[in-house]
């Protein structure tokens, strides 16, 4: 009866405004936590990020509010309760049985939950890593860098089961189009509009398969620090051959050096530097012409989608300087996160398109049809429900940094000094000269805003 489609209809409608109400408390909620974050207060940054439970964007970004705190424990318990969710994802799809984001090819990606990207997994375990290492736990610490690590192999794997799935969702909702009558066309001009407009990818630093250069390079020092050098200097040669960089060229040298019995007896500090914010997700909108077939009959239509994209951030603070003694440098890029953020994101994007397009026109012959019964409750129903899906996922953990940089330091004596870009004293910290060390440090703003912390070998 028709009462009955039109009360599903509106009851239908009513979830999707619920959802969306809440996806638009999400949205506001990532300035503020942002600007907490900025200016220092990493504690209102915690207390923002715990006001939404149960979620992994938001653990993330608590875990890492803690972690600028020197909450180590805390973060790490967020950290363990992110990781047991992303296990239970990728179970999932090496079974080939994954339920997660059913429906969302004509729902909308933001009112599913957010799984996570290949690059939060891995940061998370090798966040997990450092926070144990500054703890002096190097049981557990030598366990999560195995963990990113293995997580970098295993990406490509865990993509390919993504794909796979994806392509039998939007297999499934072809075969009801066509059921439907309802054929989408391809469109030549549309897919000269976006790879006009997705040209910035190529500005980025990218990378191979997932990997992130600074995991390797990271746990590869953690493991010379260690004295395990077989290991270092099969995570140093990888680190290498992704960067070509001196600095990780020069830390495979003294490994190879130490596993033929000539083990550098010099003292030095090695320096961590995480700067800037990585690139923000965006929602854009764009005008495609898209060719679809109803009941034998083709038209192009104009809908406006809603597509993610890639808005980079200035890193104001792209180097510090050190100095020890008369040693004076500044640190050396080893890695662009914002280059892993946008690989992933170029591997992921034809799926989002294709699901974009679908929803899109799945919409407008629905509209089109209610049109066509005189059905004007269904088709303002249709419409208003199209508007609201009509917004791209643009979560993201915004709290991670733009670029890793490293810097080996000789230690002569006592006193080690760290200024910014700027040449504004950041940090004046006491050493042995007879220890080796590992400092990690972060700035947070243009205005001597520091995190750092270190640990002794």
């Known amino acids: 009866m028709q009462w009955k489609h039109n009360l599903k209809l509106s009851l ?14 999400t949205a506001q909620m990532l300035p503020q936590y942002e600007a907490k974050f900025r200016a220092g207060d990493f504690k209102g940054a915690k207390e923002v990020s715990k006001g939404v439970s149960n979620d992994i964007l938001w653990s993330l970004q608590e875990a890492t509010a803690l972690r600028m705190q020197k909450e180590y424990k805390a973060s790490i318990q967020v950290f363990d309760s992110v990781d047991s969710a992303f296990k239970k994802y990728d179970e999932q799809l090496l079974l080939g049985s994954a339920t997660q984001n059913v429906g969302a090819v004509l729902i909308n990606d933001t009112i599913m939950d957010y799984e996570g990207m290949t690059y939060d997994k891995v940061m998370t375990n090798t966040y997990k890593a450092m926070n144990f290492m500054l703890l002096g736990d190097h049981a557990n610490a030598r366990v999560e860098f195995n963990r990113a690590l293995e997580r970098q192999r295993m990406a490509q794997e865990y993509f390919g089961k993504e794909i796979a799935i994806e392509e039998a969702k939007l297999a499934k909702e072809r075969a009801q189009n066509q059921q439907k009558n309802i054929t989408v066309g391809q469109s030549k001009e549309a897919d000269s509009i976006i790879a006009q407009n997705y040209k910035f990818l190529d500005a980025y630093e990218k990378y191979p398969n997932f990997n992130n250069p600074f995991v390797n390079y990271m746990a590869g020092l953690y493991f010379l620090k260690m004295k ?14 992704m960067t070509k960089n001196p600095l990780i060229e020069h830390d495979l040298a003294v490994c190879l050096s130490a596993l033929s019995g000539k083990v550098d007896s010099k003292a030095y500090a090695h320096i961590i530097y995480e700067s800037g914010y ?24 104009m809908p406006s989608l809603a597509l993610p994209t890639l808005e980079p951030v200035l890193d104001e603070m792209p180097y510090i300087s050190v100095v020890n003694g008369d040693f004076k440098s500044n640190t050396f890029k080893i890695a662009s996160m914002d280059g892993v953020i946008a690989s992933e994101f170029e591997k992921r994007f034809p799926a989002i398109l294709t699901r974009a397009i679908m929803r899109t026109t799945t919409d407008l012959v629905l509209q089109k049809i209610a049109a066509d019964q005189g059905n004007i409750l269904a088709q303002v129903g249709v419409g208003l429900v199209g508007v609201l899906k009509n917004n791209a996922d643009v979560r993201s953990w915004q709290s991670l940094p733009k670029n890793f940089s490293a810097l080996k330091v000789p230690l002569s004596n006592g006193v080690l000094e760290i200024y910014d870009a700027h040449g504004r004293l950041l940090l004046r910290d006491s050493v042995d000269v007879s220890k080796n060390y590992i400092y990690v440090v972060r700035t947070y703003n243009t205005q001597g805003g520091v995190y750092y912390d270190k640990v002794a070998f």
Do not use: F
């Not at 077989?230 to 680190?239: G, N, P, T």
């Open 278 to 301: 990585a690139s923000k997700k965006r929602d854009w909108k764009i005008a495609l012409p898209i060719p679809i077939r109803h009941n034998n009959h083709w038209q192009v239509y």
């Open 12 to 25: 239908s409608m009513i979830a999707l405004l619920w959802l969306v109400v809440g996806c638009a408390t």
């Open 228 to 241: 395990d050098y077989q290991k270092a200097v099969d995570l140093l040669k990888e680190a290498y051959g």
